[in-house]
């Protein structure tokens, strides 16, 4: 195997008298999309933010790009390569501008003026958001926003990518563009999701953050059927071409158990049961 482009050895860290992570050990290497999943407050934001020197860990070794790395110093060009998303847009906007923004990386990593510009162009037309370049970044929506993050972290053309939750906010429809963007790109990358969509198009690994320590896990997709319940408004005075219950007239908390007779599987037109696809995610 290749050397990994990052590696966590035996790695420890403390909040207060806390240790919340223990003993980690993790490898990167090209081609792989791993997810990192876990409890909220299990730590995984605190994990990405330690392959970067953004927190400082109580022992053990971070080796990025074939380097130890120990100082703030030594993490600097770690960040140009290793692009972080942060889990708060607003953490990484701070520019007038959309393309100010975006265009603000490349600058800081040598180019010039009209370099930066025209990568950032690029970027924000790729992302399919070209029509917010001249938008004023804090007036944007909380999905805007999430897509500019993500466009001035692709600007800087990195070799890594470490994604805290990429797709909230999103609608459907920018989710599905943005799943098919990352998975065309040729980059390795960590990601943290709740998103089982998302997780499922994209990780091609999967580790999970446990009682502190990092678990390996595995991937696979079978088939279930279910019935649910969802609430919908219609006229009253419109006859319904479908079956009704009212479990609050009739006093049930869960709807699914109520009048089981009328809660049959979804068929497709040629009357087979449908069957739904969801990638459980199991420990080792």
């Known amino acids: 195997m290749t050397q990994p482009l990052l590696s966590l050895e035996q ?12 003993d980690i050990n993790f490898e990167l ?28 860990p109580a022992s053990g070794r971070i080796v990025a790009f074939g380097e130890p790395r ?50 950032a162009r690029r970027t924000l037309a790729e992302l399919g958001i070209a029509d917010l370049a001249d938008r004023v970044t804090h007036k944007l929506s909380g999905g805007q926003k999430r897509l500019v993050a993500l466009a001035t972290v692709i600007a800087m053309e990195p070799d890594v990518l470490l994604l805290d939750e990429p797709t909230t906010g999103l609608d459907k429809a920018t989710q599905q563009r ?18 089982t969509e998302f997780v499922e198009r994209v990780a091609n690994r999967a580790v999970v953050l446990k009682n502190g320590r990092l678990v390996n896990s595995v991937l696979h997709r079978h088939p279930h059927v279910h019935a649910h319940s969802h609430v919908h408004a219609h006229p009253e005075d419109e006859e319904p071409t479908h ?22 599987p979804a068929t497709s037109e040629s009357g087979d049961v449908r069957k739904d696809n969801h990638a459980p995610i199991h420990d080792d």
């Open 11 to 22: 790695l420890n860290y403390n909040i207060a008298d806390r240790r919340l992570l223990k």
């Open 29 to 56: 290497h090209d081609g792989e999309r791993v997810v990192l999943l876990g409890d909220n407050g299990a730590g995984k934001t605190t994990l990405l933010e330690l392959m970067v020197g953004l927190n400082v």
């Open 70 to 119: 120990h100082c703030e110093r030594d993490f600097r060009d770690v960040r140009a390569r290793a692009g972080l998303l942060f889990q708060d847009s607003d953490n990484q906007l701070f520019c007038p501008t959309v393309l100010e923004d975006v265009a603000f990386g490349p600058l800081n990593l040598g180019r010039s003026g009209p370099e930066a510009l025209a990568i």
């Open 178 to 195: 943005l799943t098919e963007y990352l998975l065309g790109l040729p980059l390795a990358m960590v990601f943290i999701s709740h998103d």
């Open 243 to 264: 079956p009704h219950i009212d479990p609050l007239a009739d006093g049930i908390d869960d709807p699914a158990l109520a009048r089981p007779e009328v809660l049959k």
